[in-house]
């Protein structure tokens, strides 16, 4: 036991996976399509359908690595995503964590009404930072957003690109231990993106674990050294990123 | 070496768990800035939105005073109780933090579904932020309300410095009331439709625009038993400190005090027991 958690060349681990299943149980509803679907009047229009989402999911994410999450539409990513932060439950199975990891959501505690300026104050709060952090940040966020002459107009003005940005400004304005990016680099235009993948490489410098969840093989490629692939709900595989996404490209 | 030894060994911890209770009130008082910012940014985006804005705040009850004035000033000719226009005045503008404060709570987790799934925060601040933003609308009517009833002959003196402890029994009741209905609104959606129903039948049972004093004179143990009614309890003492015609009934003091606590503790502990249940579809 005291050999592996010494290896010099792997970080502490700091998330942990244990066989995890996260079955969703909804109602179906509306009538099925094809007639001969169709089961009696009772059971017509809803029936509970079980979502096996995800199927025994492990691995162990360690300090100083930056993980791409890949796999086709509807694979599981999101949700395994959401579990590792505790927000959608495990059925089975265990996630095990350092410090809680936050996923890059801090656009739903931001109100469109509001302008930019209140909203990075109202979302640093929301992501558990001080007034006094956030006041001492706030230049720097502006800048990074690169939106001042807008920052004094209300977020339902801008456009999809300009919220990404701001979103995305706010969010890793926190210092993360471990962060999560679904998707929120797509939006953003080609300079931003580059912006913002330099950036998840600084947090990772400064011995923080990010996770990357994208389709664009050369955002994975430019920002993680470890790739995982999950097809429908299983760990497809998972190592050194060239070789993962050699493999998933040749898949389809 | 198995992933719970590896887990222990490296000191992680099990992620989703409830934190215990003591744990979880402390963390709520150290998000109150994220609260408060929230009412204040929440009342602030209300008012740019409509062209009226803050104006909204008081117009709403005055409109309500107006119409239930017109309607059951006619109905009850005969019987309305004494000083009828600051009576009715008091009873709804004080009906409205409490059935804002309701109904607001009952949504406060239910409509901000997309907020609980993408950040973890302490699921209590948002009910609390509800009933702090309407606390805040509800000075700009309280003192439309000292206006109003100095209009009719109120005169202020001392004793209105009791509206300090009234309000602040009255917040608290609401709170505790606004958590009951956050989590009873996550078990059972279709609740949140049956909530306007029961914010109005305690609105016309809590004597808004009659003194349920003098209708139940003739049942005493009626009387009695009512003399329990938190916002009957709310009015009574308002209209006592404000009005000649009415005194202060000194016993719905404590009574009112009990209900504060009793559902302030009651709502807190019962909404915390499903922290991990907010936000989740399944
Ligand atoms: N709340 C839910 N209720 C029912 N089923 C769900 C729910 N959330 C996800 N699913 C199902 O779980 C599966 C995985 O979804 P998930 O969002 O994790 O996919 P994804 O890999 O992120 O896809 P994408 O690449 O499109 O983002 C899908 O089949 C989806 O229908
Ligand atoms: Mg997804």
Redesign the interface.
């Known amino acids: 036991?005291a050999e592996?958690?010494e290896k010099p060349a792997e970080g502490?681990?700091?998330?942990?996976c244990?066989?995890v299943h996260v079955?969703?149980?909804?109602l179906a509803t509306g009538k099925p399509i094809k007639p001969s679907m169709s089961s009696g009047l009772l059971q017509r229009g809803r029936s509970l359908r079980t979502v096996h989402a995800l199927k025994g999911v492990?691995f162990?994410a360690r300090a100083n690595e930056s993980i791409g999450i890949i796999g086709t539409n509807g694979s599981g990513k999101s949700t395994l995503m959401?579990?590792?932060?505790?927000?959608?439950?495990?059925t089975r199975g265990?996630?095990?964590?350092?410090s809680?990891?936050?996923?890059l959501?801090?656009?739903?505690?931001l109100?469109?009404?509001?302008s930019g300026g209140?909203n990075i104050?109202?979302g640093g709060?929301?992501?558990?930072m001080?007034?006094s952090e956030i006041e001492a940040q706030y230049d720097e966020i502006v800048e990074f957003t690169g939106l001042e002459d807008f920052i004094d107009m209300?977020m339902r003005t801008y456009s999809s690109g300009m919220s990404a940005r701001l979103k995305f400004a706010i969010a890793t304005a926190k210092e993360h231990e471990i962060l999560i990016v679904d998707e929120a680099l797509s939006v953003g235009d080609r300079d931003f993106q580059k912006k913002s993948e330099k950036r998840i490489r600084d947090i990772r410098e400064r011995a923080g674990t990010v996770f990357l969840v994208s389709h664009s093989m050369r955002s994975i490629r430019d920002t993680c050294n470890r790739t995982i692939w999950i097809e429908k709900g299983e760990l497809r595989a998972d190592g050194d990123t060239d070789a993962v996404v050699k493999e998933y490209e040749q898949h389809r | 070496m198995s992933m719970s030894e590896l887990a222990a060994a490296n000191s992680l911890e099990r992620v989703g768990a409830r934190p215990s209770f003591t744990d979880y009130v402390t963390e709520v008082w150290r998000r109150r800035d994220f609260t408060y910012s929230l009412a204040k940014y929440r009342i602030q985006s209300e008012n740019e939105r409509n062209r009226l804005g803050m104006l909204w705040v008081v117009l709403r009850p005055i409109l309500s005073a107006m119409v239930y004035g017109l309607v059951f000033g006619l109905i009850l000719a005969g019987m309305r109780p004494a000083n009828f226009v600051p009576f009715l005045i008091i009873g709804v503008f004080f009906l409205e933090f409490f059935n804002t404060s309701m109904n607001g709570g009952a949504k406060s987790i239910i409509s901000n579904t997309a907020l609980v799934q993408s950040l973890p925060f302490p699921r209590m601040v948002l009910p609390i932020a509800t009933v702090l933003q309407n606390l805040l609308n509800f000075m700009p009517t309280l003192l439309l309300m000292f206006v109003l009833t100095m209009l009719w002959g109120a005169r202020p003196n001392l004793s209105w410095f009791l509206f300090i402890p009234l309000i602040a029994l009255f917040y608290l009741f609401n709170q505790g009331v606004a958590l009951i209905f956050a989590r009873l609104t996550v078990h059972v959606r279709d609740l949140s439709q049956f909530v306007p129903f029961i914010s109005r039948l305690i609105f016309y049972t809590s004597g808004v625009f009659f003194d349920p004093r003098t209708v139940l004179e003739p049942y005493p143990t009626l009387q009695a038993v009512y003399a329990w009614h938190p916002l009957n309890e709310v009015l009574a003492i308002a209209r006592g400190i404000l009005l000649d015609e009415y005194s202060i009934p000194w016993d719905y003091w404590w009574k009112l005090a009990i209900w504060a606590v009793v559902i302030l503790v009651v709502g807190t502990v019962f909404f915390w027991k499903a922290e991990e249940r907010y936000g989740r579809e399944n």
């Not at chain 1, 502490?12 to 942990?16: D, L």
């Not at chain 1, 079955?23 to 909804?26: A, D, K, L, P």
């Not at chain 1, 959501?105 to 505690?109: L, N, T």
């Open positions: 036991m592996r958690t502490r681990p700091v998330v942990a244990d066989d079955e969703f149980r909804t492990t162990v959401r579990t590792i932060t505790g927000l959608t439950p495990a265990a996630v095990y964590a350092k809680r990891p936050n996923l959501g801090v656009g739903a505690a109100i469109p009404d509001l209140n104050i109202l709060l929301a992501m558990g001080e007034r209300p």
